[in-house]
């Protein structure tokens, strides 16, 4: 297939992405004293655009409120990653999808919080815009579109004193987003949309999400 120069919104697209998670080798890490969780990078049609939806988590919440999110969280007892991801889309932002909406898995991501997050990548197959938030638990719905995630500026790494890993952020239309979300979209970038087989465990968060 041809470079999405374009990234308009169509089969050919789900061909892309399918066929890039299709040839990339996916690295589980060992649960250990972790908490398993799971989140849906979920592809959505945005202005004609493929876009990956995003989430503001509710104000009210204990831990990490405010802050950039992919919908997702806990696995249950007995549930799978991508049964635990769909289960929280539809708690989220009250998005249901069926299990063949799963295209692809990527890497695990080890949270300086103590979970392994398990990315499952999901074609909507519509547009989202009139999705409404569980506000328990979601501020706010938005997205990040295909050009915006694919800028060669988008990704920034930056050192701290406090770690020997970079740091990782997105500079996005929407906002700096800093890992973990912006290890999963950095990952998503480089293998679903550019093709390239970019691993990220190396990368590490800003003090602000160490809690």
Known sequence: MRALDDFRYSRQTLGHVRDNLAKFNARRQPLGDLRAAAVALVVVERKGEPSLLLT????????????????????DAGETATAGALRELREEVNLDLPGHAVVGLLDDYVTRSGY??????????????????????VASIHTASFTDLARPEAPHFERIPESDREVLSMKLQADQIYAP???LLYQFREVAILGRPTRVLEYDQPLFAWR
């Open 116 to 137: 392994r997050m398990t990315p499952v990548v999901v074609w909507a197959g519509r547009d989202t815009s009139e999705l409404r938030p569980n506000p328990d638990e």
């Open 181 to 183: 979300t912006a290890a």
């Open 56 to 75: 503001r988590r509710a104000g009210s919440l204990r831990a990490h409120s405010g802050q950039w999110a992919l919908p997702g969280g806990r696995v």
